[in-house]
């Protein structure tokens, strides 16, 4: 189960596991990737100028998404996985499969288990915009 909301970290609880992630600044404006399990803090590879950003828990896996300077990333049980250039700010895993959606050079993209996958803007597809009282071009 995931939450979040206005001012709160994104956190997941499984079992009687609660986990939040987020970030700390160093010495005023170099940022850690961190996370709390049950209220304990614990640092993610990865190094400075770092950030998790969202979480999934699926069984005994631990999944968290963000960047590492400008290297999308997610850590599965704290393991680093590097995505190529960009930043992550989702992640669900189902089953096998782990998606991962971000942002690089502003052009939204997913990852699925580390393939990633270009996101067509609304404007290139060229269709109406349609809304229940009807469509808009």
Excluded: H
């Amino acid at each position: 189960r995931m939450i979040s909301g206005p001012g709160c970290p994104v956190c997941a609880v499984s079992g009687s596991d609660v986990y939040v992630v987020g970030y700390e600044r160093w010495r005023g404006s170099i940022m850690s990737a961190l996370y709390w399990k049950n209220g304990s803090a614990g640092v993610l590879a990865g190094g400075f100028d770092s950030m998790a950003t969202a979480i999934d828990a699926s069984g005994t896996d631990v999944y968290i998404c963000g960047y590492a300077g400008a290297t999308a990333i997610y850590w599965r049980n704290g393991e680093a996985v590097r995505l190529g250039p960009g930043s992550a700010r989702a992640i669900v895993a189902d089953g096998s499969d782990i998606y991962v959606a971000g942002s690089f050079a502003r052009r939204a993209l997913y990852w699925k288990n580390q393939s990633r996958n270009r996101l067509t803007a609304f404007w290139e597809t060229k269709q109406p915009l349609t809304t229940k009282k009807g469509c808009y071009d």
